[in-house]
C-alpha cells in the first residue's frame, strides 16, 4: 500500500521587542542568568501582567503578511501547569479567542506554488531554562527567558513531506525576517518548531494517528526527523501494527525520535481566560496604520529584483529567501552596479564559502567574512580589467581570511593585471621559444593547442596577463610567423 | 479615653494643631494592643521600630512641612496579604510563614507616599478564603464584642483590631464580603470599592476578577478618607479603571432628600436572624424619615449567587496559587524528587480549606467539566451583574443586611464548609457584580453583638453609598458604642 503524509507545523518565534511581554524587563540575551527580572516575570505574590503593546503590534503585522484576519478583540488566557521553568504555575497565552486566524503562506516547490494555510497565531509568555548539566547535586533555574513575547503560528496540516515542510519553516522565518520581528536563529531558539506527523493510505481523508516531534533545533533536525518519523510509521502500519497518539523527542546524535509521553499522560491545562488581562481591542484604525508600514516581503522583492535589476527568477528566488541576504545584495549593488555579478558571486562563491565554514545559519552581515562592499568592489575591478575572474578567486579567498579591502590585497600581493601589451608580449615570446614542438603542431593546424599556450603564458605572468589581451597578442603572434 | 480611640479625621486635625505627637499616638496605639492584645490576636506581624520611625518621621514633618500628606503620623493596621517591603506578610499561611516582600503593594506605596504609621500585619483566613478568620494557619483572631466569638473574615484581624482601638484604620480585601462581615461582626465601618477602583498590585491574589482592596473604620468619614488616598488608576493593574477618583469626603452632606433606595426582596427570607431583619428595617425606616425614597426591588438571581461564586473563586484561586510550588520563595519540603518538592511543599503549606478551594477550582476548570461549572457559572454571573443593572436603573442605591447573622461562636461552623460558605450569601453577589458596597453599624442583637447593614451603589458611585451611609451615622449613635474589653 501506498501512503500519504500529513504534516502540521507548530513555529513558535520569539518576538525582538525591547521588554518582556508581561514587564519592563530587558529580552537581551545572553546576560547572567536571572539578571533579566523582576518579581512580575519570577511570579512573586501579589504581581501582575502589563501587556506589552508591541507585541500585540508585531502579531498584526505577522497576520498582516501571512493573509490572516485580525481579531477585533482577543484574550489572554492561562494554561496552567508545574515546572520549575514556569513561574506562575500558569503560561500566559491565548486559547479560544487568538489575535490571528485564517491565514496561509505560499510557498515554492520546485518551482511550483503551493499554499500552506495557516490556522492561527498567537502571542504568549516564552518560560524560563532548567539547567541540569552544571552541578551534579541540584538542577537551576534562570528565568532570563520567561517572558520573552513569543508568536505561536499554527498551520494546517497541509505539508506532505520533509522537504514541503523545511520550505515552509525556511519561507515564514524569511517573512518573519522581512517583517523585523524575529530574528529567526535555531540555534539560539529564537526559532523552534514542534510536528505533528501522520500517515495515511493514499486516496483515504481521515487522519491517521499522529505524533508530536519535539527538540527540533534546526532545519535538517526538522527534516531528518519528519523522514524518520515517516519510515517509522509506515514499516509499522505494513507490519500490521498500531501507533499510538505520542510526543516524540528527535534524538540529533542517534538520528531517531523516542517516545517522552504519551496520551495518557498527557496534560490538562485548564485553560481559562486570565482575569488579569483584559479583552485585548484592536481597532481598524490601527490595523490600517500598521499595513501601511508593512515592508516589502520576499514576494513582492523577488518580483522586484527581477524587474528592476533583469535577474533570472532562479538568482531572484535565492537573494531573496533570506532577508539579509537580499539586503546583502541591494547594498552591494550601491556600491557598483554590476547585478548579475554580484548575484553570480553571491550564489556561487559566497554560498560555498558560507557553507564550508558552517556559517549559513549565521544570520547577520556582520557575521559574514566577505562584506557587500568589499565584494562589489572587487567585481568593480574585474570590470575595469584591473584583476582577472581567475585572480578575483585569490582575491576573494584573501578577503574572506582577512576582511580586508580587495585594493589593499591586490597591491600587497603584487596581482594587479598586467594589461600593457609590450609585456605580455615579452611573456608570450618567451612561451612560444619555450614550446616550439606546440607551437607547429597549432599551426599544423591543431586548434587545441591554442588553450594550451594561454595556459602556459598566464603562469608565466602568475596568471596577472590580462587574458583578452594575451590572447589577442598571442593570436596575431602565431598568425605573423605563419 | 485612650487617645488610641480617636478617629482619622479627628486624629488629623488635632495633630495639624499640635495637640499631641504622632510619637504619642503611635505610643497609646501600641499601649492599646499591649492590653488587648492577649485577647483579640489581632495581629501576626507588628512592626513596632519601623512604626515609631515613621512616627518621628511625621512629626518631624509636622513640623516643617505644611503640605498635606494625608495620612500624616497615622497609625494604620494593614491585613497579612498586602506586601510590604521588608516586612513579614505571610497571609496567614505557612507557605509564607517566613516571606519577606522585595517590594511594597500599589496600596502601601499610596500609605507611604501619604506619610501614615504602619503598625502591623493583621491576622486573615489563610489566602484571604473564609468567613470567620478561623482559617488563619497561625491563630484565631476574637471577637472584641464578645471574645468567644470569631470577627468574621477574612479580613477578621483587622475589623478586629479597628474595633479595639488597636490602630486608628484598618485596610482590608474584599472578595466574596471579605471586609463588609467581618466590619458587621466587629461593629465597624468597612467599604469594598468598585472593582477596578483600588490598585490589586502587591495584594497576595485570591480570585483576581472579584479580589479589591477597601478601608475598615471607625466612622464613615474615615472611610472616605481613606478612599480619597488608596483610589486611582494604577498602570501596574491592567483592571484598574483609568477613571478619576473623586473628594469623596465632600458628598458627605448628611442629606439623602430624594435618593431612592432600592430593598431587595430575596435578602429578607428564611435564614435570616430576626434581629438582624428587624435592624435593617428599621435602618431603612430611618433612612425614609430624613426624605429618602424606599422602593422594593427584585434580584431575582440571587439565590445562585454562592455557587457561582465557589465556582468562579476556586477556578482563579487554583490557577493563583500554583506559583506556591517551593521553587523560588516560601516553604519548600525536603523530598527526593521534583514532583515530591511539589506535592509535600504544598501539602505541608497549605491549610485544609485552601486545599479544598484549590480542588474544586482544579475540576471546574478540568477538560470535560469546563463548559458545565465554570463556563455556566461565567453565564449565571452576567445574569447577576444584569439583575443589579436594572435594579439600579430605578433606584440610587440599595440596602441589605451585610450578613444573615450576627458574630458566630469560634468552632460553631467549622466542621460544615456550606453553613460557612452560605455566612456570605449577601455579600457575595456584589463581588460578582463588581459593585461598590459598604457596610456600616445599624444596631444590636439581644446579646449585645454588633449588627450591619449594607449599602451597594452604582458602579464607581462609591460616593453615594458614602453619602447615604454618612447621612444614617449622624441620625443614630451605633458607631459610638466601644466593645467591653
Known amino acids: 500500500m501506498r501512503y500519504e503524509t500529513v504534516i502540521g507545523l507548530e513555529v513558535h518565534a520569539q518576538l525582538l521587542t525591547v521588554s518582556k511581554i508581561f514587564c519592563g524587563c530587558s529580552t537581551k540575551f545572553g546576560q547572567a542568568p536571572n539578571e533579566n527580572t523582576c518579581p512580575i516575570c519570577t511570579g512573586f505574590p501579589g504581581v501582575l501582567p502589563v501587556l506589552n503593546k508591541t507585541v500585540v503590534e508585531f502579531a498584526i503585522r505577522a497576520g498582516l503578511a501571512t493573509h490572516c484576519e485580525i481579531a477585533r478583540s482577543s484574550r489572554l488566557a492561562r494554561k496552567n501547569y508545574f515546572y520549575p521553568d514556569l513561574p506562575k504555575g500558569y503560561q500566559i497565552s491565548q486559547y479560544e479567542l487568538p489575535i490571528c486566524t485564517n491565514g496561509y503562506i505560499d510557498i515554492a516547490v520546485n518551482e511550483i506554488v503551493k499554499r500552506i494555510r495557516l490556522t492561527r497565531i498567537h502571542t504568549e509568555e516564552d518560560a524560563g531554562k532548567n539547567i541540569h548539566d552544571l552541578r551534579s547535586d541540584v538542577s537551576l533555574v534562570d528565568l532570563n527567558r520567561a517572558g520573552i513575547p513569543l508568536l505561536e503560528i499554527v498551520s494546517e496540516p497541509d505539508i506532505r513531506s520533509a522537504e514541503e515542510a523545511g520550505i515552509y519553516l525556511r519561507t515564514l522565518r524569511s517573512i518573519l525576517q522581512y517583517l523585523d520581528i524575529c530574528d529567526g536563529n535555531m540555534e539560539e531558539g529564537s526559532f523552534r518548531c514542534d510536528a505533528n506527523v501522520s500517515v495515511r493510505p493514499e486516496g483515504t481523508t481521515a487522519l491517521g494517528t499522529k505524533v508530536e516531534l519535539k527538540n527540533l533545533n534546526s532545519f535538517k533536525a526538522v527534516e531528518k526527523a519528519i523522514e524518520f518519523e515517516i519510515r517509522r510509521h509506515v514499516e509499522t502500519l505494513s507490519d500490521g501494527g498500531n501507533l499510538v497518539q505520542e510526543t516524540r523527542l528527535w534524538d540529533p546524535d542517534r538520528e531517531e525520535t523516542r517516545s517522552m509521553r504519551t496520551k495518557e499522560f498527557a496534560h490538562d491545562y485548564r485553560y481559562f481566560p486570565d482575569p488579569d488581562l483584559l479583552p485585548v481591542v484592536i481597532y481598524d484604525e490601527w490595523i490600517d496604520e500598521i499595513r501601511a508600514t508593512l515592508p516589502e516581503l520576499p514576494g513582492s522583492r523577488r518580483a522586484r529584483l527581477m524587474s528592476q535589476y533583469d535577474l533570472p527568477a532562479y538568482d531572484a528566488e535565492l537573494l531573496t529567501s533570506r532577508k539579509d541576504i537580499a539586503d546583502y545584495f541591494e547594498s552591494a549593488l550601491k556600491i557598483h552596479r554590476n547585478p548579475k555579478a554580484i548575484a553570480n558571486w553571491i550564489i556561487g562563491d559566497l554560498f560555498r564559502l558560507l557553507k564550508e565554514r558552517k556559517l549559513d545559519e549565521k544570520l547577520y552581515i556582520t557575521d559574514w567574512p566577505v562584506q557587500p562592499d568589499n565584494l562589489s568592489a572587487m567585481i568593480a575591478l574585474i570590470d575595469q580589467d584591473k584583476i582577472s575572474g581567475k585572480i578575483a578567486k585569490k582575491v576573494f579567498d584573501a578577503m574572506s581570511e582577512s576582511g580586508r579591502s580587495p585594493q589593499e590585497i591586490i597591491a600587497d600581493k603584487g596581482l594587479e593585471q598586467v594589461s600593457d601589451s609590450e609585456s605580455i608580449e615579452k611573456s608570450i615570446n618567451q612561451v612560444l621559444a619555450a614550446f616550439p614542438k606546440q607551437v607547429s603542431d597549432f599551426r599544423a593546424g591543431n586548434r587545441k593547442i591554442f588553450g594550451f599556450l594561454v595556459g602556459q603564458i598566464m603562469k608565466a605572468t602568475q596568471g596577472k596577463a590580462n587574458p583578452q589581451k594575451a590572447n589577442e597578442i598571442l593570436k596575431r603572434k602565431l598568425a605573423e610567423e605563419n | ?485
Open chain 2, 1 to 485: 479615653m485612650s487617645l488610641a480611640e480617636i478617629t482619622l479625621h479627628e486624629a488629623r486635625e488635632k495633630l495639624r494643631r499640635r495637640e499631641f505627637s504622632a510619637q504619642e499616638l503611635t505610643e497609646a496605639v501600641f499601649r492599646r494592643i499591649s492590653e488587648t492584645e492577649e485577647k483579640l490576636h489581632s495581629y501576626i506581624t507588628l512592626s513596632r521600630d519601623t512604626a515609631l520611625r515613621e512616627a518621628k518621621q511625621a512629626d518631624e514633618l509636622l513640623r516643617t512641612d505644611t503640605s498635606p500628606h494625608s495620612l500624616l503620623g497615622i497609625p494604620i493596621a494593614v491585613k497579612d496579604n498586602f506586601l510590604t517591603r521588608g516586612i513579614r506578610t505571610t497571609c496567614a499561611s505557612k507557605f509564607l510563614e517566613n516571606f519577606i516582600p522585595p517590594y511594597d503593594s500599589t496600596t502601601i506605596k499610596k500609605l507611604r507616599a501619604g506619610c501614615a504609621v504602619i503598625i502591623g500585619k493583621t491576622n486573615l483566613d489563610e489566602f484571604a478564603m473564609g468567613s470567620s478568620g478561623e482559617n488563619s494557619a497561625f491563630f484565631v483572631t476574637r471577637n472584641p464584642w464578645a471574645t468567644d466569638r470569631v470577627p468574621g473574615g477574612s479580613s477578621g484581624g483587622s475589623a478586629a483590631a479597628v474595633a479595639a482601638d488597636q490602630c486608628i484604620v484598618g485596610l482590608g480585601t474584599d472578595t466574596g464580603g471579605s471586609i463588609r462581615q467581618p466590619a458587621a461582626f466587629c461593629g465597624v465601618v468597612g467599604l469594598k470599592p468598585t472593582y477596578g477602583r483600588v490598585s490589586r498590585y502587591g495584594i497576595i491574589a485570591f480570585a483576581s476578577s472579584m479580589d479589591q482592596v477597601g478601608p475598615i473604620t471607625k466612622d464613615v468619614r474615615d472611610c472616605a478618607l481613606m478612599l480619597e488616598v488608596i483610589a486611582g488608576y494604577d498602570p501596574a493593574d491592567s483592571t484598574s479603571a483609568n477613571l478619576p477618583a473623586p473628594q469623596y469626603s465632600a458628598s458627605l452632606t448628611g442629606d439623602v432628600k430624594g435618593l431612592r433606595i432600592g430593598i431587595p426582596k430575596e435578602y429578607f427570607v428564611s435564614g435570616i436572624q430576626p434581629a438582624v431583619q428587624q435592624a435593617v428595617r428599621e435602618a431603612v425606616r430611618q433612612l425614609e424619615r430624613n426624605g429618602a425614597t424606599i422602593i422594593d426591588i427584585s434580584l431575582p438571581h440571587t439565590e445562585f449567587a454562592v455557587a457561582v461564586y465557589y465556582i468562579v473563586a476556586t477556578a482563579e484561586a487554583s490557577s493563583n496559587l500554583a506559583r506556591y510550588d517551593g521553587m523560588r520563595y516560601g516553604h519548600r519540603a525536603s523530598a527526593k524528587d521534583l514532583t515530591e518538592t511539589y506535592t509535600s511543599s504544598r501539602a505541608e503549606g497549605f491549610g485544609p480549606e485552601v486545599k479544598r478551594r484549590i480542588m474544586l477550582g482544579t475540576y471546574a476548570l478540568s477538560a470535560g467539566y469546563y463548559d458545565a461549572y465554570y463556563l455556566k457559572a461565567q453565564k449565571v454571573r452576567t445574569l447577576i451583574k444584569k439583575d443589579f443593572d436594572e435594579a439600579l436603573k430605578c433606584c440610587d442605591a440599595i440596602i441589605a443586611p451585610t450578613a444573615p447573622t450576627t458574630a458566630f461562636k469560634i468552632g460553631e461552623k467549622t466542621q460544615d464548609p456550606l453553613q460557612m460558605y452560605l455566612s456570605d450569601i449577601y455579600t457575595i453577589s456584589v463581588n460578582l457584580a463588581g459593585l461598590p458596597a459598604l457596610s456600616l453599624p445599624c444596631g444590636f442583637d439581644s446579646e449585645g453583638l454588633p449588627i450591619g447593614m449594607q449599602i451597594i451603589g452604582r458602579h464607581f458611585d462609591e460616593s453615594t453609598v458614602l453619602a447615604i451611609a454618612y447621612a444614617y451615622e449622624q441620625s443614630m449613635d451605633w458607631g459610638k458604642r466601644k466593645p467591653d474589653l
